[in-house]
Structures are given as C-alpha cells and as structure tokens.
C-alpha cells in the first residue's frame, strides 16, 4: 500500500547507530566473490544430503542419519532444492536430479500429508522447476499431487483441512490457521494457469476470500480458526508463525494474476495491520551490538483482533520476512525502518532467535533452524533501492552463518543462538530458500525479472507465462 503522504516519525534510527558504518564497508563487498562462496557453501549442504540421504526427505547432519516426514519418502529436498540447482547455476548436476525425480517420486502413497507444507515445497518446486525447464513431466507430477490435494478443499466452509491422504484422499485436521488457509493461490493458481484447469484457481481463491470474511469487525485476522465452523479458536493477530504467508499471498497473488479482489483485501488489511500492530517510538529494547546499544524504532507486534489491544512485545525470525513484503508493494520508509530492526535482532546474538521481546531485548524462544526470512528482505531492500548498506548486511548474515551453523557435511540449525549449540536437523528449505535468497542477493541485479515473478514462500519463483 502506497502511503504518499506518510512520513515515519521514528525512522531509521538505527541506520543513525551502524547504518554508516555498513554503507562504507558495502564499498567492500565483492559480489563476485560472495556469489561463489554461497555456491561453494550450497553445494556443501547439498553434497552432505547426496551422501547420507539420497532419495530420504531430510539430513540430519549430526549423526548423518535421515528422515522420511511421513514414514516413506517424497523426496522433499531433491524437489525442494532443484530450482536453486538451476539458478545458481549447477546444470548437470540439476539435470541429473529432476531425472532421478521423474523416474522416482510417485504421489500414489497411503500417507496423510500437511497440505500446507506440501504444496508450498513440493507443488511450488516442481511447478517452478517445470517452468524453468519446461519439463513436461514435472507439471504431469504437479497435476497429479494437485488432484490429490483437492479434498482438503471440501469444508463447510471452503476452507482447507490441514491433512489429507494422498490415496485415499480422507481429509482431518479442522482446527487450522490462515496461512494455511490462505498460502495455497500462488501454487494452485499457477497450476491452474499452467494446465488450463480453473478448479485449482478456484478453490485456492476461495480459501482466501473465506479467510478474509472472517477478519474481526478492526480488520484483523487471528491465529486459529475451526474450519468447519469458521469460528476462530485463538484470537490472537500477528504477522508472524501462522498468519504470516496470508498476508503475503493477499499481494503476491495480486500481482502474478493482477487479482484485483486480493489486491482490495491487501489493501485494506494492511492497513489495519499498521494500524494495530504496528509498534513505533520511544520506549524500545535497545539491542547490545559490538559492545555498544542501539535504537530500533519499528516493530511489529500481537494484539487482540477484536480489540486491537497490544498482547505481546514479541518478533521473531519469521517475522523478518515483512520487510521485504512491504518493500515489494512499494512502502520503502516501513520497510527500510523495519528491516533495521530485523538486523539489530540478528546483530544482537550474531543470529536472529525464533522470539524475540522488543521491549525487554530478551530472547523468548532461542532456536535458529536455518531461517531464510530475513535474507529475503535484504534481497528485496537491495533491489528496490541499490543501498549498498543491504549487501553489507547480507555478508555480515552469510559470515554469521556460516560460522555458527556449518558441520563437516552439511548445515545444522542451532538449539540456542546464545549457546550456539547445534540441534540435528537442516530442513529442505536451507538449499530452497536460504542459500537461494543469499545468492541473489549477490548475483547480477537482473539474475530474476521481479516484474513478471514472485516468489511463493519457499522461495520458488512463479513467472507470469500467461495473459
């Protein structure tokens, strides 16, 4: 939402603090050589899954073992990874994959999937990857999981049950939220554009108006809802786990298929999220960077959705993908505002926590699973101002990762940023999402046309191919 006459009272003070600072050293950032550090570094992760878990879902890259989601596998990260395998440029090894994909991956499975999860990794990769491609295969794969997934549609309400069985196609989970209820338009949608099949536009839509009736009599959207009902079960409104993609795919889906009723609904939605949730002033949590504090003036908390009332002082990594949705409407005074309060977070602990309490500066929930938010922010802040300042930031996060969370094999997400203790997992969305956003920031400004592509919240560009 463009706000023209909008001027941010408390803005960016702490670009005041360290903002010079990281203009100058930008000066510094040789893009070449980052780029081929973040491939260097991708193709380690990906070279430690390929040695202990090809053909399983997942690397657990402590003890080198595996995981299969949901007992057998649907090759979540070969799916998941192999459109940052052709972005960044590894082509044999790309071509190799989506082979092995196509002869192996079948969806024909008595398995009762999340159907969030799944069309967000497996349905966006294999239609991002057919698109780059034009692997026909892919998208006869993407059309048989969207048939699949159908049934979790058939709500009273229309409205998506969280599971369904791929087999059988027995749907459960009516106690839901709305970014799972609305983050399904860009996939669907996509493969409806791509198969001439209108009924996948059509549901997914209707997931998301649904979810937008429902809004409280402010404007806000809380974080659990009964599918059946249509009644919410938690009232509580944020912009972070569990509501977050909705508010993303009210734009996205606005700007791939020039939707002019998402459009509307993120209009009016946004505003009422600077409204209620938007927190701004004196009276901050002064982060301790390198030894000395700093100000951040623009945050983003909870509140009750019937009332507007603050609940919660808290943000977190989740959260950091806000600035770069505000950048993309255009909104760059919140969204360079916000985005320095995301990096005092990182800053304060040299990696960003799950929760974080702006008010207090306080660690809430102190895990790190290898979160991609916060660079996609930085990558869309440099694309939409050329600031050096943000390739700064982005090689401070990548040596910052790098550090704390490389093993001997792979990449392991941490227990504690305090402790920097390592847990033993590195979810498909490192080599998806983390690494891709990292490389983009780095690569030629033009690597992606982000006038006729959006990403969809795992990070796989969707290109508008249609009228």
């Given at each position: 939402?463009?706000?023209?006459?909008?001027?941010?009272?408390a803005?960016?003070?702490?670009?005041?603090?360290?903002?010079?600072?990281?203009?100058?050293?930008?000066?510094k950032?040789?893009?070449?050589?980052?780029?081929?550090?973040?491939?260097?570094?991708?193709?380690?992760?990906?070279?430690?899954?390929?040695?202990?878990?090809?053909?399983?879902?997942?690397?657990?890259?402590?003890?080198?073992?595996?995981?299969?989601?949901?007992?057998?596998?649907?090759?979540?990260?070969?799916?998941?990874?192999?459109?940052?395998?052709?972005?960044?440029?590894?082509?044999?090894?790309?071509?190799?994959?989506?082979?092995?994909?196509v002869?192996?991956?079948?969806?024909?499975?008595?398995?009762?999937?999340?159907?969030?999860?799944?069309?967000?990794?497996?349905?966006?990769?294999?239609?991002?990857?057919?698109?780059?491609?034009?692997?026909?295969?892919?998208?006869?794969?993407?059309?048989?999981?969207?048939?699949?997934?159908?049934?979790?549609?058939?709500?009273?309400?229309?409205?998506?049950?969280?599971?369904?069985?791929?087999?059988?196609?027995?749907?459960?989970?009516?106690?839901?939220?709305?970014?799972?209820?609305?983050?399904?338009?860009?996939?669907?949608?996509?493969?409806?554009?791509?198969?001439?099949?209108?009924?996948?536009?059509?549901?997914?839509?209707?997931?998301?108006?649904?979810?937008?009736?429902?809004?409280?009599?402010?404007?806000?959207?809380?974080?659990?809802?009964?599918?059946?009902?249509?009644?919410?079960?938690?009232?509580?409104?944020?912009?972070?786990?569990?509501?977050?993609?909705?508010?993303?795919?009210?734009?996205?889906?606005?700007?791939?298929?020039?939707?002019?009723?998402?459009?509307?609904?993120?209009?009016?939605?946004?505003?009422?999220?600077?409204?209620?949730?938007?927190?701004?002033?004196?009276?901050?949590?002064?982060?301790?960077?390198q030894?000395?504090?700093?100000n951040?003036?623009?945050?983003?908390?909870?509140?009750?959705?019937n009332?507007?009332?603050?609940?919660?002082?808290?943000t977190?990594?989740?959260?950091?993908?806000?600035?770069?949705?505000?950048?993309?409407?255009?909104?760059?005074?919140?969204?360079?505002?916000?985005?320095?309060?995301m990096?005092?977070?990182?800053?304060?602990?040299?990696?960003?926590?799950?929760?974080?309490?702006?008010?207090?500066?306080?660690?809430?929930?102190?895990?790190?699973?290898?979160?991609?938010?916060?660079?996609?922010?930085?990558?869309?802040?440099?694309?939409?101002?050329?600031?050096?300042?943000?390739?700064?930031?982005?090689?401070?996060?990548?040596?910052?990762f790098?550090?704390?969370c490389?093993?001997?094999?792979?990449?392991?997400?941490?227990?504690?940023?305090?402790?920097?203790?390592?847990?033993?997992?590195?979810?498909?969305?490192?080599?998806?999402?983390?690494?891709?956003?990292?490389?983009?920031?780095?690569?030629?400004?033009?690597?992606?046309?982000?006038?006729?592509?959006?990403?969809?919240?795992?990070?796989?560009?969707?290109?508008?191919?249609?009228?």
């Open positions: 939402m463009k706000q023209s006459g909008f001027i941010l009272v803005f960016l003070s702490l670009a005041a603090a360290v903002g010079q600072t990281f203009a100058q050293n930008s000066a950032i040789d893009r070449v050589a980052a780029v081929k550090q973040v491939k260097a570094e991708f193709l380690h992760a990906w070279n430690g899954y390929k040695q202990y878990c090809w053909g399983h879902d997942d690397l657990k890259p402590l003890s080198k073992t595996c995981r299969d989601w949901y007992g057998q596998s649907i090759l979540m990260t070969p799916v998941d990874s192999l459109d940052s395998l052709y972005l960044l440029g590894f082509q044999d090894e790309a071509d190799k994959t989506r082979e092995y994909i002869k192996n991956l079948s969806f024909d499975k008595d398995i009762s999937v999340q159907n969030f999860e799944i069309t967000i990794r497996i349905l966006g990769g294999l239609l991002s990857s057919y698109q780059m491609t034009g692997d026909k295969r892919l998208l006869d794969l993407a059309d048989d999981l969207g048939k699949r997934l159908l049934p979790v549609f058939e709500s009273p309400t229309g409205m998506p049950y969280k599971y369904v069985n791929l087999k059988t196609g027995k749907i459960s989970g009516a106690i839901s939220n709305p970014a799972e209820t609305g983050t399904l338009l860009i996939e669907f949608g996509t493969l409806a554009k791509l198969t001439g099949k209108t009924i996948y536009y059509e549901k997914a839509k209707r997931a998301i108006v649904e979810t937008y009736k429902r809004r409280s009599p402010i404007g806000l959207v809380g974080t659990n809802i009964n599918v059946d009902t249509g009644k919410w079960t938690n009232t509580d409104s944020h912009v972070s786990a569990e509501i977050d993609s909705y508010y993303e795919y009210l734009l996205k889906a606005a700007v791939l298929f020039n939707d002019k009723e998402c459009r509307d609904m993120w209009e009016d939605s946004i505003a009422k999220v600077h409204s209620y949730l938007a927190d701004e002033g004196p009276g901050m949590s002064k982060p301790n960077v030894g000395r504090e700093v951040a003036d623009l945050w983003y908390g909870h509140a009750d959705m009332t507007g009332k603050r609940t919660e002082t808290t977190g990594a989740l959260d950091a993908f806000f600035p770069g949705l505000l950048a993309l409407d255009g909104d760059l005074n919140r969204a360079r505002a916000l985005q320095d309060s990096f005092a977070m990182w800053q304060a602990n040299g990696i960003e926590p799950e929760v974080y309490n702006y008010r207090t500066g306080k660690v809430e929930a102190a895990g790190y699973p290898l979160r991609p938010e916060i660079v996609e922010s930085t990558y869309y802040l440099y694309q939409f101002t050329k600031n050096p300042k943000y390739l700064a930031m982005g090689k401070q996060m990548l040596d910052d790098i550090k704390h490389r093993t001997d094999v792979a990449y392991a997400g941490l227990m504690s940023v305090v402790t920097k203790e390592k847990t033993d997992y590195m979810h498909s969305f490192v080599l998806a999402e983390t690494f891709k956003y990292f490389y983009l920031l780095f690569a030629p400004d033009k690597t992606i046309d982000l006038k006729r592509t959006v990403f969809n919240t795992e990070a796989h560009p969707m290109m508008r191919s249609w009228k």
